[in-house]
Protein backbone atom coordinates (compact mmCIF):
# COMPACT_ATOMS: atom_id res chain seq x y z
CA UNK A 1 0.00 0.00 0.00
CA UNK A 2 1.48 3.44 -1.06
CA UNK A 3 0.55 6.92 -0.33
CA UNK A 4 1.84 10.12 -1.72
CA UNK A 5 2.48 12.77 1.31
CA UNK A 6 1.28 16.24 0.83
CA UNK A 7 4.72 17.39 1.07
CA UNK A 8 5.98 15.54 -2.32
CA UNK A 9 7.40 13.57 -0.12
CA UNK A 10 6.18 9.52 -0.44
CA UNK A 11 4.97 6.88 2.51
CA UNK A 12 5.08 3.10 2.22
CA UNK A 13 3.06 0.73 4.58
CA UNK A 14 3.19 -2.61 4.73
CA UNK A 15 1.44 -4.79 7.09
CA UNK A 16 2.40 -7.97 8.37
CA UNK A 17 1.09 -10.84 10.33
CA UNK A 18 3.68 -12.84 12.53
CA UNK A 19 2.85 -15.63 14.15
CA UNK A 20 5.09 -14.50 17.66
CA UNK A 21 3.76 -12.17 20.65
CA UNK A 22 4.25 -8.01 20.24
CA UNK A 23 7.42 -8.98 22.81
CA UNK A 24 9.15 -11.24 20.77
CA UNK A 25 8.60 -9.30 17.66
CA UNK A 26 9.75 -6.30 19.57
CA UNK A 27 12.81 -7.91 20.39
CA UNK A 28 14.18 -7.86 17.06
CA UNK A 29 14.45 -4.10 16.59
CA UNK A 30 16.31 -3.23 19.97
CA UNK A 31 19.01 -5.97 19.94
CA UNK A 32 21.46 -5.80 17.78
CA UNK A 33 22.00 -9.70 17.11
CA UNK A 34 18.00 -10.45 16.67
CA UNK A 35 18.18 -6.80 14.18
CA UNK A 36 21.00 -8.74 12.32
CA UNK A 37 18.92 -12.36 12.18
CA UNK A 38 17.10 -10.91 9.81
CA UNK A 39 17.77 -8.14 7.83
CA UNK A 40 21.67 -6.70 7.34
CA UNK A 41 24.97 -8.93 8.15
CA UNK A 42 25.35 -6.97 11.56
CA UNK A 43 23.45 -4.37 13.26
CA UNK A 44 24.30 -1.53 16.16
CA UNK A 45 21.33 -0.73 18.39
CA UNK A 46 20.68 1.68 21.11
CA UNK A 47 17.00 1.13 21.18
CA UNK A 48 16.08 4.25 23.04
CA UNK A 49 15.37 8.40 22.56
CA UNK A 50 18.49 9.89 20.95
CA UNK A 51 20.35 6.09 20.50
CA UNK A 52 21.48 5.16 17.39
CA UNK A 53 21.29 2.59 14.42
CA UNK A 54 23.32 1.27 11.99
CA UNK A 55 22.87 -2.13 10.15
CA UNK A 56 25.28 -3.12 7.53
CA UNK A 57 23.75 -4.46 4.71
CA UNK A 58 25.59 -7.30 2.32
CA UNK A 59 26.62 -4.90 0.26
CA UNK A 60 28.77 -3.02 2.93
CA UNK A 61 26.14 -0.23 2.25
CA UNK A 62 25.11 1.23 5.80
CA UNK A 63 21.42 1.91 6.90
CA UNK A 64 21.79 4.68 9.59
CA UNK A 65 19.72 6.52 11.61
CA UNK A 66 18.49 7.53 15.09
CA UNK A 67 16.05 6.18 17.57
CA UNK A 68 13.12 8.85 18.15
CA UNK A 69 10.69 6.86 20.18
CA UNK A 70 10.43 3.88 22.12
CA UNK A 71 7.25 2.02 23.55
CA UNK A 72 7.59 -1.61 24.44
CA UNK A 73 5.67 -3.46 22.96
CA UNK A 74 3.40 -1.47 20.86
CA UNK A 75 5.51 0.79 18.94
CA UNK A 76 9.20 2.16 17.79
CA UNK A 77 10.35 5.26 15.77
CA UNK A 78 13.31 5.63 14.04
CA UNK A 79 15.62 8.09 11.41
CA UNK A 80 16.33 5.95 8.15
CA UNK A 81 19.13 6.80 5.51
CA UNK A 82 21.75 5.40 3.90
CA UNK A 83 25.68 5.80 2.85
CA UNK A 84 28.12 3.59 1.38
CA UNK A 85 25.58 3.32 -1.33
CA UNK A 86 24.17 5.18 -4.39
CA UNK A 87 20.81 5.35 -2.70
CA UNK A 88 20.18 8.88 -2.58
CA UNK A 89 18.74 9.29 1.10
CA UNK A 90 20.81 10.68 3.90
CA UNK A 91 20.97 9.04 7.21
CA UNK A 92 18.28 10.14 9.18
CA UNK A 93 16.37 11.64 6.60
CA UNK A 94 13.14 9.66 6.35
CA UNK A 95 11.50 7.99 9.46
CA UNK A 96 9.86 3.90 9.99
CA UNK A 97 7.61 3.57 12.31
CA UNK A 98 7.16 0.06 13.46
CA UNK A 99 3.66 -0.96 14.80
CA UNK A 100 2.80 -3.82 16.96
CA UNK A 101 -0.64 -5.25 18.12
CA UNK A 102 -1.65 -8.56 19.45
CA UNK A 103 -3.78 -10.37 16.70
CA UNK A 104 -5.23 -13.91 15.66
CA UNK A 105 -2.89 -15.52 18.33
CA UNK A 106 0.18 -13.57 16.96
CA UNK A 107 1.66 -9.75 16.19
CA UNK A 108 0.10 -7.31 13.28
CA UNK A 109 2.95 -5.34 12.78
CA UNK A 110 2.63 -2.24 10.50
CA UNK A 111 5.47 -0.92 9.15
CA UNK A 112 5.42 3.31 8.00
CA UNK A 113 8.28 4.13 6.17
CA UNK A 114 7.88 8.20 5.32
CA UNK A 115 9.53 11.05 4.00
CA UNK A 116 10.78 9.06 0.91
CA UNK A 117 11.47 11.10 -2.12
CA UNK A 118 8.72 9.95 -4.59
CA UNK A 119 11.30 8.31 -7.03
CA UNK A 120 12.75 5.68 -4.60
CA UNK A 121 9.80 4.99 -2.91
CA UNK A 122 9.39 1.09 -4.92
CA UNK A 123 12.73 0.20 -3.77
CA UNK A 124 11.92 1.19 -0.41
CA UNK A 125 8.49 -1.07 0.11
CA UNK A 126 10.12 -4.28 -1.94
CA UNK A 127 12.47 -3.98 0.30
CA UNK A 128 10.64 -3.49 3.40
CA UNK A 129 8.26 -6.24 1.82
CA UNK A 130 11.28 -8.38 1.84
CA UNK A 131 12.59 -8.03 5.09
CA UNK A 132 9.27 -8.02 7.03
CA UNK A 133 9.20 -11.86 5.67
CA UNK A 134 12.18 -13.10 6.62
CA UNK A 135 11.50 -11.07 10.45
CA UNK A 136 7.96 -13.35 10.28
CA UNK A 137 10.10 -16.64 9.88
CA UNK A 138 13.04 -15.41 12.38
CA UNK A 139 10.46 -14.77 14.76
CA UNK A 140 9.02 -17.98 15.24
CA UNK A 141 12.03 -19.39 15.27
CA UNK A 142 12.97 -20.31 11.56
CA UNK A 143 16.13 -19.28 9.83
CA UNK A 144 15.44 -17.54 6.66
CA UNK A 145 19.67 -17.94 5.70
CA UNK A 146 21.86 -15.37 5.27
CA UNK A 147 20.95 -11.68 3.90
CA UNK A 148 22.25 -11.68 -0.03
CA UNK A 149 19.99 -8.54 -0.89
CA UNK A 150 21.07 -7.00 -3.45
CA UNK A 151 18.70 -4.28 -4.91
CA UNK A 152 18.07 -3.86 -8.41
Known amino acids: MRAESTEGRAEVVVQRWIAASPDTVFSFFTDGDRWAAWQGVAAEVDARPGGALRVVMPDAAVAAGEF ?24 GSS ?3 I ?51 EPA
Open 99 to 149: ELRQADGGTMLKLTHAGLPPDLRDLHEMGWQRYLGRLALRATGGNPGPDGY
Open 68 to 91: LEVVQPVRITFTWGWHGNDIPLPP
Open 95 to 97: SVT
